[in-house]
């Protein structure tokens, strides 16, 4: 006899329900602009966070891809700018030498150095025929490549004898070889002056991506000595890129190059040293930690459009509850519960919420899309943000469609059928 009794109970509670979902929708419809309004709100809000959120995490992607790209168990050694007196900063020293980027090379107390690349970086202007650039200059030797994981799209890249001639060659990347040649166009064996010399080109390399002053592909690369003679009068190195045997010696390599160099430099205090030596990891976790809170921002900006749309939900119901007062005295007069008329006004509630919910996503991925085609940058959602958009519609719809709901639930027969 049970089993008789529950599917009838079944299919009045799926009647109840359905007959509330046409009757909020019917509602709803009675007022398309105020509808339309208050779910304006939410799209926008909706859409702004997984939009942003998106923004920070392809950015997030897009710095840690570049990081990568510029070398496999690699190590930078930088000079400290200013002494134990004052404020010292990493870059624009001028304690490592060429010397010490050899006595690394060929030291028997290093033993996990696989590669080493003395650097030196600049900005000029460069200029061929009537187009000019003000681009970085690197001067590199012949390990640059295999450090830096660079590769030739066509030409050759700086030889040692190029270094020990001080030779007037060149090689561009891609986003160089655009600014001053133009689209398709092999630049190899022209002309480009940089600064007051004249240089050959002899190679150009492949693209890596990415943007900005940092990037590979809007660069020159000159033979080292070249650089430091002929364009900058520099005797010192900007940098020293070791490639280190391996990923797991990448602790081992730091502290024999640091012991190596604070006992070239006389320094018996590692506090005190004259250099800095930061790997991958030390890279990524700073720019992981800065996009982080970035996304954090942006993410925390837009929750607050979120509250904007929550609140105005609230003041469209409350409004909704007082044109409907006789209705809902009519209703509670006719045997009606509390219940039943909160159920009635959440349900119109979570309607509205629930397809801003819908609108702001496909609004968020239309304008994360549109975004990731302009800048050219990577185009990512994370499953995450759309699962918490709708987590958070429907929340939106409870919490602020709860108040107008009990208010109406406790609206008194008599009262509300004298209301005018």
Known sequence: MTQKITPKLD????????EQILESFGTLKLNK????????????????????VSLGQSSQQSITSQIQSLG???????????NSGMVRTSGGGTTLTNADATAIKTSTKITTVKTVSPEYTGRLQV????????TSIIGATSTYMAVHNVTLSSGAFISDK?????????????????????????????????GL?????????KSKGGSGLGSQDDCVYVPLTTAQKLLF??????????????????????????????????????????????????????????????????????????????????NIMLVTVTERTREIGLRKALGAKKKTIITQ?????????????????????????????????????????????????AAIGILFGWYPARRAASLQPIEALRYE
């Open 11 to 18: 299919t009045k509670n799926n009647m109840q329900f359905t």
């Open 33 to 52: 602009m105020r509808t339309g309004l208050a779910v304006l709100g939410i799209v926008i809000g909706i859409g702004s966070v997984i939009a942003l």
């Open 72 to 82: 496999s168990n690699l190590l930078t050694i930088s000079p400290m700018r200013g």
């Open 127 to 134: 200029v061929t025929g009537k187009n000019n650039t003000n």
């Open 162 to 194: 190029d270094v020990s001639s001080t030779a007037r060659v060149a090689v561009l990347g891609p986003t160089t070889v655009v600014d001053l040649f133009g689209e398709n166009v092999d630049p190899i064996g022209q002309s480009i002056r940089i």
């Open 197 to 205: 010399q004249n240089f050959t080109i002899i190679g150009i390399t």
């Open 233 to 314: 009068g520099a005797k010192h190195l900007s940098s020293i890129a070791i490639e280190a045997n391996s990923a797991e010696l990448m602790d081992e390599a730091r502290n024999e190059i640091g012991f190596l160099l604070l006992d070239r430099h006389n320094l018996s205090d590692p506090s005190k040293a004259d250099f800095t030596i930061m790997s991958q990891n030390d890279i990524l976790s700073t720019a992981s930690s800065v996009t982080g809170t970035f996304t954090s921002l942006l993410t925390g900006i837009a929750a607050i459009s979120l509250l904007v749309g929550g609140i105005g939900i609230m």
């Open 345 to 393: 006004f959440l349900t119109e509630s979570v309607i509205l919420t629930f397809i801003g919910g819908i609108l702001g996503i496909f609004l968020g991925i239309i304008a994360s899309l549109i975004y990731s085609k302009i800048n050219s940058s990577t185009f990512y959602i994370s499953p995450i943000s759309i699962i918490l958009a709708f987590v958070v519609s």
